[in-house]
């Protein structure tokens, strides 16, 4: 059984810096894609970035574009997302996932088959 274990949250001032992790565990990975996304209260689940698992190929959303860094450690199931210039809006729950490649685009929620329980970022101003 898959299993996401996201860790790294807590509280930053704007402007600084954090970096989430999440550990993979229960299958290999060859064939996923990794990702991360974020909730913030009152809001929908948003795409933050994704990685695939093999080539590294990346994407970001918009909104963190410049600013996140998703990356992965490939021989130990390590995933993270080293995140620089934080703003007050980037608070939220933060969450890994994992899907098979082909199973839809990689920013949509539906490309994903598991998911961590997520971890708390909050960035105060």
């Known amino acids: 059984q898959v299993h996401l274990v996201e860790s790294g949250g807590g509280l930053v001032q704007a402007g600084g810096s954090l970096r989430l992790s999440c550990a993979a565990s229960g299958r290999t990975f060859n064939s996923y894609a990794m990702g991360w996304f974020r909730q913030a209260p009152g809001k929908e689940r948003e795409f933050v970035a994704a990685?695939?698992?093999?080539?590294?190929?990346?994407y970001y959303g918009d909104s963190v574009k410049g600013r996140f860094t998703i990356s992965r450690e490939y021989a130990k199931n390590l995933m993270y997302l080293q995140m620089n210039s934080l703003k007050p809006e980037d608070t939220a729950v933060y969450y890994c996932?994992?899907?098979?490649?082909?199973?839809?685009?990689?920013?949509?929620?539906?490309?994903?088959?598991?998911w961590g329980q997520g971890t708390q970022l909050t960035v105060s101003s």
């Open positions: 996932a994992a899907g098979l490649l082909g199973g839809g685009s990689l920013v949509a929620e539906g490309a994903y088959h598991y």
């Open positions: 990685i695939t698992w093999i080539s590294g190929i990346t």
